[in-house]
C-alpha cells in the first residue's frame, strides 16, 4: 500500500461525518472511495469500522489531539523565541556598522574618481 493510501480509510470516514453522516458504515465508505478510484481492502477496512464503531467523531479527534499534546515539541519554540531576542541586540550592530561602512566608502576615493 502506498504511504498516501495509509489513511483513506480514516479519510473517508471523516469526510462522511463531516457530510452530515453521524454514524457512516462501510458500505458509506466504499461508496466514497470507489468514486474517487481508490481500491478497498477488506480486513483494513473492518479494522477501522471496528475501532470507530460506537464512538462520537467529535470524541475521536479530542482523543487524537490528546495524544498529540503529549508529543515533546518544545525544542522549536524556545529556539525561536530566542533567536528573536538574539535578533534584536544584532539590528543595532548592523545599524552602526552600515554608518561606518558609509564613511569608509566615502573616504575611499580619496577626493579623485577612477573617471576623473
Do not use: T, W
Amino acid at each position: 500500500v502506498s504511504k498516501r493510501l495509509k489513511m483513506r480509510y480514516v479519510a473517508a470516514y471523516l469526510l462522511a461525518a463531516l457530510g452530515g453522516n453521524g454514524n457512516p458504515s462501510a458500505e458509506d465508505i466504499k461508496a466514497i472511495l470507489s468514486s474517487v478510484g481508490v481500491g478497498i481492502e477488506e480486513d483494513k477496512l473492518a479494522f477501522v469500522m471496528k475501532e470507530l464503531k460506537g464512538k462520537s467523531i467529535n470524541d475521536v479527534i479530542a482523543s487524537g489531539a490528546g495524544k498529540l499534546a503529549s508529543v515533546p515539541a518544545g525544542g522549536a519554540a524556545v529556539a525561536s523565541s530566542g533567536g528573536a531576542a538574539a535578533a534584536e541586540e544584532a539590528a543595532p550592530v548592523e545599524e552602526e556598522k552600515a554608518a561606518s561602512d558609509s564613511e569608509e566608502e566615502s573616504d575611499d576615493d580619496m577626493g579623485f574618481s577612477l573617471f576623473d
